[in-house]
C-alpha cells in the first residue's frame, strides 16, 4: 500500500479504477484460471490495496468536516509527519492550540501558514 501515492480524490478514483480493472483482467486471464493459487494470492493484494485507500479516503473525509485537528490528523490531513508539526510548535513557528496537554491545531490557520510560507 505504501507504493500508492493519493493526494486527491482524483487520484484515489484512477487507482480504484485501476485496481479493479486489474482484478477483472486477472479473472477473466485464462492463465490465472489454471493457477487458482497465483490468482487467490494477486486478488488479496489488490484487495489490501483497496482497503488501504478506502481507509486514506475515510480519514480525508472525516478530517474535511472538522476545524480543530490533532497532531496525528493534522500529519494525515496536510500529508506531512508529526515530528515536523512538533519541531514547528516547539520552535513557536506554527500556530497551535493546547488544552490539557493536549496539541490542537486550527485547519484554516495551518492553511494559511502554508500558504503564506510560498517559494519562489
Known sequence: MDKLK???KKDAANVLKDLFDSIASELNSNDS???EDHLKTSIK???????????????????SSK??????????????????????TSKKELPFY???????????????????????
Open 45 to 63: 493484494e489488490k484487495l489490501d490495496d483497496l482497503y488501504g485507500i478506502s481507509e486514506k479516503i475515510l480519514k480525508s473525509v472525516k478530517h
Open 33 to 35: 484460471i489454471q493457477n
Open 67 to 88: 476545524d480543530l485537528l490533532s497532531i496525528s490528523e493534522c500529519s494525515d490531513y496536510f500529508n506531512v509527519s508529526k515530528s515536523l508539526l512538533y519541531k514547528k
Open 98 to 120: 493546547k488544552f490539557g496537554g493536549v496539541i490542537f491545531f486550527n485547519k484554516s490557520e495551518i492553511k494559511e501558514f502554508i500558504l503564506s510560507n510560498s517559494q519562489k
Open 6 to 8: 493519493i493526494s486527491n
